[in-house]
């Protein structure tokens, strides 16, 4: 049986990168809040030039960041969601980033599939 598709066909990515230990509660509240299923929240570790200091070794930042698929007319209101849920609004807080995703389809499960329970 294959998943149909769902009706909305444009949709965007929103990308928020925010210190480790903050993910599990933002996606959470995504999920809860605004009914963003698409979501998921995985690790990253990088470093950039302002971490150098003085000719050394630059400094490695780790992170978590959440990425979401939300459908084009919901998504101005995921990304104001998520840039304060993770307190992005503060200095040094993280990032959130949108983009246009033109060939993301979002599928949904039948709903006569029993619980695998």
Do not use: W
Request: charge should be negative; aromatic fraction near 6%.
């Amino acid at each position: 049986m294959k998943p149909k598709q769902a009706h909305s066909s444009k949709f965007k990515t929103i990308t928020c990168f925010l210190p480790v230990g903050r993910a599990q509660g933002v996606l959470e509240s995504l999920r809860k809040e605004k009914g963003v299923a698409s979501a998921y929240a995985s690790h990253a570790r990088g470093s950039g030039l302002s971490t150098r200091r003085d000719g050394a070794r630059p400094e490695y930042t780790e992170c978590e960041m959440i990425t979401a698929l939300v459908p084009a007319e919901q998504a101005d209101e995921v990304f104001r969601f998520v840039f304060f849920a993770a307190g992005i609004d503060h200095p040094h807080a993280g990032m959130v980033i949108m983009m246009n995703s033109p060939h993301a389809e979002m599928l949904e499960l039948p709903g006569d599939i029993p619980d695998e329970t």
